[in-house]
Nanobody, 115 residues
Framework: QVRLVESGGGLVQPGGSLRLSCAAS????????MGWYRQAPGKQRDLVAT???????TYTDSVKGRFTISRDSAEATVYLQMNSLKPEDTAVYYC?????????WGRGTQVTVSS
C-alpha cells in the first residue's frame, strides 16, 4: 500500500509561518530519502528540502534559515516548518519519497503568501 498525503497548506500573510505535514505509509516512510518540492503557476517543480532516513538534510538556497525539514518515525510523517514566508514562496507543495527503485509523489497542498 502506498500512502503519501500532504496537509497544512493555506493562506498566510508575509512574515507568517506554516507547518506542512506529509503522512506516509510505513513502507514508503522507510525510503532512503524524502523531500518537499514546490511548483508555482507557470513554473517547473523545484526542490525545496530533503531529508534522509538518517536525518541528513539539504535545502535550496532561497529557503535556508527560514524552512526546516524534519521526520517523526513514530508518526511516519515528514514535516516542513516554514517561517518568515514571502510572496515568492507561493506554490503547490509536494511531498516525494525516493525508494531504491521508484519515486512516489503526493497530490500536493497549496501555500499562498499574500497580504
Amino acid at each position: 500500500q502506498v500512502r503519501l498525503v500532504e496537509s497544512g497548506g493555506g493562506l498566510v500573510q508575509p512574515g507568517g509561518s506554516l507547518r506542512l505535514s506529509c503522512a506516509a505509509s510505513r513502507n514508503i516512510f522507510a525510503s532512503p530519502r524524502m523531500g518537499w518540492y514546490r511548483q508555482a503557476p507557470g513554473k517547473q517543480r523545484d526542490l525545496v528540502a530533503t531529508i534522509t532516513k538518517d536525518g541528513l538534510t539539504t535545502y535550496t538556497d532561497s529557503v535556508k534559515g527560514r524552512f526546516t525539514i524534519s521526520r517523526d518515525s513514530a508518526e511516519a510523517t515528514v514535516y516542513l516548518q516554514m517561517n518568515s514566508l514571502k510572496p515568492e514562496d507561493t506554490a503547490v507543495y509536494y511531498c516525494k519519497a525516493d525508494t531504491m527503485s521508484i519515486s512516489y509523489w503526493g497530490r500536493g497542498t497549496q501555500v499562498t503568501v499574500s497580504s
